[in-house]
C-alpha cells in the first residue's frame, strides 16, 4: 500500500472514530463466515459501525486525534476490529451475547467509553452495566415524579375516605 493510500486510510479510521462517542477493539480473526456475517447483521440492527482495521494504521489514527489513547496501544496485537457506538453499552450487550451462545469469540481487548479507557475481556460486564444517556435521563425524570404521584395518591385517597365519611353521616340520620 501506498504512503498516500495509507494517510487516506487513516484520516477516514480517524474521522469514523470522531463521529462516534465510544469504541471497543474486538478480536476476531478466529470467526468463520457465518458467525461473521451474525456479527456484521447484529452491529447493523444495532446501529454499530464494525470495521476491520490494521493495528498500524488504527494507532496512527488514534495518535493524530486530540485526546490520549496511549492506555489502548498495549491491545493493538493480532486482528483487530474496531466498533464504534454512540450507546456506550450497545457493543458489550452484543457481545455478551455471542458468548451466552457459547462463542469464544469476538472477544473484547479494550474499549473506550464515557472518556473512560477499558481493558480486558473481563471489563464486559462492566461495559454491559453502562447505562446510556437516555436510561439515565429516564431514571431522573422516574425520580422527580415519584415524590408527586405519591402526593396526589394521597390527596385523591384521603379524599374518597373523607367523601365515604359523610356520604355515611348523612345516611344515617
Same mark, same amino acid.
Given at each position: 500500500m501506498k504512503k498516500e493510500d495509507k494517510d487516506v486510510v487513516i484520516?477516514?479510521?480517524?474521522?469514523t472514530i470522531k463521529q462516534y462517542n465510544g469504541f471497543y477493539l474486538v478480536e476476531?480473526?478466529?470467526l468463520n463466515a457465518e458467525k461473521t456475517s451474525e456479527l456484521?447483521?447484529?452491529?447493523?440492527?444495532?446501529d454499530i459501525k464494525l470495521l476491520v482495521v490494521k493495528n498500524t494504521l488504527l494507532h496512527k489514527a488514534l495518535e493524530?486525534?486530540?485526546a490520549d489513547y496511549s492506555e489502548l496501544y498495549p491491545a493493538l496485537k493480532g486482528a483487530t476490529s474496531l466498533m464504534c457506538t454512540?450507546?456506550?453499552?450497545?457493543?458489550?450487550?452484543?457481545l455478551k451475547d455471542f458468548v451466552k451462545k457459547g462463542d469464544t469469540l469476538p472477544a473484547l481487548k479494550a474499549a473506550y467509553v464515557e472518556e473512560t479507557v477499558? #481493558?480486558? $475481556?473481563?471489563? #464486559?460486564? $462492566?461495559l454491559a452495566a453502562i447505562k446510556s444517556k437516555n436510561e439515565l435521563i429516564a431514571d431522573v425524570i422516574a425520580l422527580l415524579q415519584s415524590p408527586a404521584k405519591n402526593v396526589v395518591s394521597a390527596l385523591t385517597s384521603g379524599g374518597s375516605k373523607l367523601h365515604g365519611i359523610l356520604e355515611t353521616l348523612s345516611n344515617k340520620e
Open positions: 484520516a477516514q479510521i480517524a474521522d476476531t480473526a478466529g456484521r447483521r447484529a452491529c447493523f440492527g444495532a493524530s486525534l486530540d454512540n450507546v456506550g453499552n450497545a457493543p458489550a450487550k452484543l477499558y #481493558l480486558g $475481556a473481563d471489563q #464486559l460486564d $462492566a
